[in-house]
């Protein structure tokens, strides 16, 4: 029987609560997360000389060379919303993303030359940069930095600054502060549950807020500005467990990382009722996996045996032949490694497909894939080629090895030059 409450059917409900599990990485496994960083896709870690790129979907780090600029801080990496710099004292770098090989180059300033990028912040709107009695406004058209007058608050440090989402805050222990944008006015902010405490230990999930400082566990009632005490299960100590050394992959991944001690946030699982066949049921995510021959001009459509009601695909979605379906372009950069989503009992079914262009073929063999769990479904777009107007017998020998190994079409083997090498190409 469907759960009820006040007579309103509950179409879906979590079981278990958040809990920080043991994480383990591949190729580096002792680090902190505020040297973690991302340039929007990927994710990086950077402590002096040791580089390192994060492969997402095997958890693994591997050697990450930079041209330009080779050791650095993460922690000193930042961005004003189009570019990703790197400040520390004199040493200022953007990273040119638009070379072949993204290359550090050093940038110019104007105004303000020797800073630290962990002061820098952002209202959402503009640029500052925060360091006791400094502060600086950046004129993102002319790379410039002016002075900037606060009221209310005049000196303060940008390591400090954090937002709800909505609101701008400076928590510096005893003293905070809460920023009118519209004034660059700071007025005292009255918190209740937790009164002096520090913006660099405050985090986010997506959805809620927290301030994480060892035994000093909290999260946000924003509606009320209440602090309230957060128990995190799965976590026995809390020495080192500091705001500052968590980060997220930018796909909804939370992590906490310092030293040998490392952990992943696991939230609660989503299980939603299926009205058609009276039961709950758990999620899954399929992963796609593209090989072969991929070609634009043909598609990779799995259709999909079951709905969760009140569950839309996360994928492209096209509701054809009366049934949900998924359609994903082989030929786009997105679809290897493409999701979808859904509830477990479904049985996912690849049509097969076939798309013929002068000597070459393509084609996808249909198949069925029953849902058990998380999981990887691999499609293969196979690729042959045509001999049949390969009539010199010398060519034809040279064409059809070609054909039968599936490297190179043959458009020229029609053609009547006596030159059989001309197949090879």
Known sequence: MALKANNVLIKSIDIGAKEWQTKTWSGLTNFSGSHVWSDGENIYYSYDAEQYQLDKATSTWTPKTWSGLTSFKGRNIWSDGENIYYSS????????????TPTWQTKTWSGLTSFDGNNV??????????????????????????????SGLTSFYGTHIWTDGENIYFSGGTPQYKLNKSTSTWTTKTWSGLTSFYGSEIWTDGKNIYYSDSSTQCYLNQATSQWLSQEWRGITNFSVFYGFSIWNDNEGAIYFSSGETQYELVSPIHYLYKGDACQWVKPYTITIKVTGAPNSNIKVIIYRSSNAKGQEPSAVYDSSGGESSYV???AS?????????????????????????????????????????????????????????????????RCNIRCSTNIAQIALCSNTSADSSKCLN
């Open 333 to 397: 950069t997105a679809a290897d490694g493409q999701q979808i989503v859904g509830y477990y009992g479904d049985t996912l079914y690849v049509k097969a497909q076939s798309y013929y262009s002068g000597y070459d073929n393509y084609n996808i063999s249909g198949q069925s894939y029953t849902v058990i769990g998380d999981g990887q479904l691999s499609v293969n777009v196979s690729h042959s080629v045509s001999c049949s107007t390969c009539n010199v017998s010398e060519r034809k020998i």
């Open 328 to 330: 994903i372009n082989v």
């Open 121 to 150: 912040w952002s209202d959402g709107e503009n640029i500052y940069y925060s360091y006791d009695a400094e502060q600086y406004q950046l004129d993102k058209a002319t790379s410039t930095w002016t002075p900037k007058t606060w």
């Open 89 to 100: 004292n004199s040493m200022q770098y953007y990273l040119n993303q638009a070379l072949a």
